[in-house]
Structure formats: structure tokens, C-alpha cells
Nanobody, 124 residues
Framework: QVQLVESGGGLVQAGGSLSLSCAAS????????MGWFRQGPGKEREFVAA????????YYADSVKGRFAISRDNAKNTAYLQMNSLKPEDTAIYYC?????????????????WGQGTQVTVSS
């Protein structure tokens, strides 16, 4: 069992930056691949980024590639999502998720534990 708590969301103008954190407690953090997903108003939850257990392999949705960066610090039991050049269409609730199985996944069904989410609002 692992508990995930996101932080760092807020209101930012278009072109600005935000840094999200996902603090984990419970089982050994390094045994989980981590992912970030988001759900905008009236939209389904969508994949944003994922990082392997070691942090050496990352994956991104095309919509955020080159603007967002996922990372993790296993010593601090924390995953991060650095978001730059934000756009109004990035407005959503952002969720972090942990995956038990080996490898990473772009599907929400591939993750076993979820945080409560943090709101990100980008104004135009």
C-alpha cells in the first residue's frame, strides 16, 4: 500500500511555470513506476508523463513534450512534474499515480494507487 499526496498546483498566466510534487508514503517508493495524469473540465483523464522506477526512462504525451519534465527523487520518496510554457488548455486537475508492475504505462488502468489531485489553472 502507498499513499500519494500532490502539491504545487495553482493559478498561473499563460507562458508561466509551475512545479508539482507527489509525496509518497508506505511501501518502498523505488519499487513503483510513477505517472502523472490530468483531467480537464468535461474531459476524460489523460496521460501526461511517466517515469521508470530508477528515474532513467521517461515518457510524455505529445501535447506536453518539450514543455513538461517528469522526475523523481527516491531518497525523498517524491515525484515531480515541472511544467513550463503553460497554456490555457493545460488547465486541469493533475493526479500522480503509482504502478506496481514492471515497466511504465500510458494508461490509467496500468496504475494501482492515486493521489487526490491538485488543481492547475492557466489564464489567458
Amino acid at each position: 500500500q502507498v499513499q500519494l499526496v500532490e502539491s504545487g498546483g495553482g493559478l498561473v498566466q499563460a507562458g508561466g511555470s509551475l512545479s508539482l510534487s507527489c509525496a509518497a508514503s508506505g511501501r518502498t517508493f523505488s519499487s513503483y513506476a510513477m505517472g502523472w495524469f490530468r483531467q480537464g473540465p468535461g474531459k476524460e483523464r489523460e496521460f501526461v508523463a511517466a517515469v521508470s522506477r530508477s528515474g532513467t526512462i521517461t515518457y510524455y504525451a505529445d501535447s506536453v513534450k518539450g514543455r513538461f519534465a517528469i522526475s523523481r527523487d527516491n531518497a525523498k520518496n517524491t515525484a515531480y512534474l515541472q511544467m513550463n510554457s503553460l497554456k490555457p488548455e493545460d488547465t486541469a486537475i493533475y493526479y500522480c499515480a503509482a504502478r506496481i508492475a514492471n515497466g511504465s504505462s500510458r494508461s490509467a488502468l496500468g496504475y494501482d494507487y492515486w493521489g487526490q489531485g491538485t488543481q492547475v489553472t492557466v489564464s489567458s
